[in-house]
């Protein structure tokens, strides 16, 4: 955002259904005054917006050229993750893992660190692991790749808020395989989408994830997850497996 005018009021609208934190800064603050002052971090409610600051110029005789960066991160900050057991996020057999816990293709960093990678044929029905509101749909994307720049960041995905604050992201879905839309309440075991190949991808799979914001930073949780045998013994390594096994498992694609 830049301007020249003698005030302006920097407004963060938030247009997804749960809690973001947003956080303003400013990149160039020549002759400015920012009330409150910057950096600030503020939280918005679903669908909500708020004013973040006021900015004045600190010599009245010349004008403010500025530059503010806002940065979002989903989820409330104070979420306290209960110990939850979730369901499979389908009903397909046998559970393979393609990529588990801290895979080295793409689960080294915080947000998607403990992720697994379902091995799942294109088209198979994605259902909720938990119970929760649907945060934030992205059904528009086709293609899949491994280069990085071009398709990173470029997967469909359904967030779920839960009632704890954690989210679930179900992620490389097909193009227009969504089922569901944003604000909607979901229950475990109910239909989202159809598993697909898109975006950073090698191969078909679901990417699932359990998310909490921890202060402006998008991190990936432990989960429990259990099966139609009883809980299953998740991924912790780098080595492909049959979830259901008790061994460790989870390669990159």
Sequence with gaps: MD???PRQQAWADNRV???VQVQLRSRRADNLT????LPLRALLP???SALLSRLYP???RYPIPFELVLEAVPGDPAAKPHDALYRLPFDAAPVRVDQGVGGRFSHRDAQN???LD?????GTPVLAARAGTVMQVQAGFAAAGLDRERFGGRANFVRILHADGSMALYAHLAPQGVAVRAGQRV???QRLALSGNTGLSSAPHLHFAVQVNRGMRLDAIPFRMAGALGELRLPRSEDATDATQPVPGGAAL
Excluded: I, K, M, S
């Design 3 to 5: 301007g020249q005018l």
């Design 17 to 19: 259904d749960g809690p």
């Design 34 to 37: 920012a009330v409150p002052t």
């Design 46 to 48: 679903a669908r909500g």
């Design 58 to 60: 600190g010599d009245p």
């Design 113 to 115: 660190y403990y992720a």
């Design 118 to 122: 379902f091995a799942l044929a294109e």
């Design 187 to 189: 229950v475990a075991g």
